[in-house]
């Protein structure tokens, strides 16, 4: 006997949409192909301004607005690390993306600090904080966050009745209708488990 899943009504059409694209392959491609289009022309247009500031910055410049760049950014990292604890306090998914955003502000933060005190008496603080306070920080919320995704897709693995344990991220695609056309335990591709035509239930 097949039993429905209950859903809340808003998500009604999140459903709809996740079935429509997973019955789709092709519009998958479509999608993949032109992100990857985005994507390497960033990546080719960053390249080249890295050359263009490598040749063409100053050593040194005298910046009008020194005070609001960096309270701003602070302001940012504060609002997303309260975000991120929200997040974990309710037990909602964004908390993977705002604990991803939230290391990477971190990260971004030691390298400024460090670097923009290097030569001065500042940079052994800059260090410090690195070393003590924000690196360890982002390295455990990236830990963490790893770790969120794993075990939803460990859990969704065995819902599946698949054998074993999932394999690594890196090996698990995105959608299974673009790798195959009939998912078996037997195949050789790894199943998609994060892909809208498995992990919704009717």
Avoid at 157 to 174: D, S, V
Avoid at 184 to 189: F, G
């Amino acid at each position: 006997m097949h039993t429905a899943t209950k859903t809340p009504a808003h998500s009604g059409s999140l459903l709809d949409a996740a079935r429509e694209l997973g019955n789709h392959p092709q519009r998958l491609r479509s999608l993949r192909s032109r992100l990857l289009t985005v994507l390497v022309a960033c990546l080719t247009g960053l390249g080249a301004w890295i050359v263009y500031l490598a040749i063409s910055m100053p050593t040194g410049y005298r910046s009008k607005a020194w005070s609001a760049a960096w309270v701003g950014f602070d302001i940012l990292l504060l609002l997303s690390l309260t975000g991120t604890i929200v997040a974990a306090m309710l037990r909602r998914q964004i908390v993977v993306m705002l604990a991803v955003f939230t290391a990477t502000l971190l990260l971004c933060d030691a390298w400024f600090d460090i670097v923009l005190d290097w030569g001065t008496s500042d940079v052994w603080v800059s260090l410090a904080s690195a070393a003590f306070a924000e690196v360890p920080l982002a390295l455990f919320l990236l830990h963490r966050a790893r770790k969120l995704v794993r075990v939803a897709i460990q859990r969704r693995w065995h819902e599946l009745g698949l054998p074993g344990e999932p394999p690594a991220l890196h090996r698990i695609p995105l959608f299974y209708a673009v790798e195959a056309t009939v998912p078996t335990v037997s195949d050789t591709a790894v199943p998609d488990i994060a892909g809208p035509e498995v992990a919704v239930s009717e």
